[in-house]
């Protein structure tokens, strides 16, 4: 077993012109990004709107990474319904966003992908102790959801170090996933303080060292 942790790079097409995003995530993948992240918004939930359940179905057909979804709904339950079988390898839902977050879980599991919970800046992470046992991930939104090319609230910071812990002295074996406003210049110590996965839109796509700035974020390695 190696005794570096590499990190999971999570490349969010959120910010993306509809018309570049095959060909940005074909030089994504040739820089050796091997995972997707989609980010579907009602409207309601958050003020924006976004990709759709169609267009993640079309874009499954194109490309050959992981895709994984980010759920920013009023009716996650009603999503997880019309969701193909395992057509996304993980789908994270908010908190926030449901009354019955363990029904949610299940349903999503019994659909062949893994379960993930999101939890706004203004979630205490007391509030997902209870569910910390039968989620696959956790994701800390290091800025309010809704648009990209924020800045990261550095006071998040304390949330990953909480769940880590947590999860040290549970033996639990969620991973712990980051996104909003993540830079190769703050990526280290988001790492650091517990995260396994870095979910970056702008900070990659965006970045004038797009595609090279790929290999950067998954240089990161710290001490298991």
Do not use: W
């Not at 874009?59 to 990474?65: F, H, M, P, S, T």
């Not at 033996?171 to 790492?191: E, M, T």
Request: aromatic share 8%; with cysteine.
């Amino acid at each position: 077993m190696s005794d570096k942790k590499s990190i999971i790079l999570s490349g969010s097409i959120l910010n993306i012109p509809f018309y570049e995003i095959p060909e940005k995530i074909r030089i994504a993948k040739e820089h050796g990004l091997s995972l997707i992240h989609l980010d579907i918004m009602d409207g309601v939930f958050v003020p924006q709107l976004s990709f759709g359940l169609s267009f993640a179905i079309q874009l499954r057909e194109i490309i050959d990474l992981d895709l994984e979804v980010h759920l920013m709904v009023v009716n996650p339950e009603k999503f997880i319904a019309e969701i193909p079988d395992k057509l996304f390898t993980r789908v994270f839902f908010h908190y926030e966003s449901t009354l019955y977050p363990l029904r949610l879980i299940e349903k999503i599991k019994n659909k062949g992908m893994m379960a993930g919970v999101a939890i706004n800046p203004s979630t205490p992470v007391q509030n997902i102790e209870t569910i910390l046992g039968e989620v696959d991930a956790v994701l800390v939104m290091l800025v309010e959801p809704g648009y990209g090319g924020q800045v990261m609230k550095h006071q998040m910071l304390k949330k990953i170090e909480q769940l880590n812990k947590l999860r040290r002295e549970n033996g639990y074996s969620f991973i712990i996933a980051c996104d909003g406003g993540i830079k190769i210049d703050n990526a280290r110590i988001i790492v650091e303080k517990g995260a396994d996965e870095l979910i970056v839109g702008t900070g990659l796509f965006n970045s004038p060292r797009f595609p090279g700035i790929i290999r950067d974020f998954l240089s990161i390695n710290l001490p298991r």
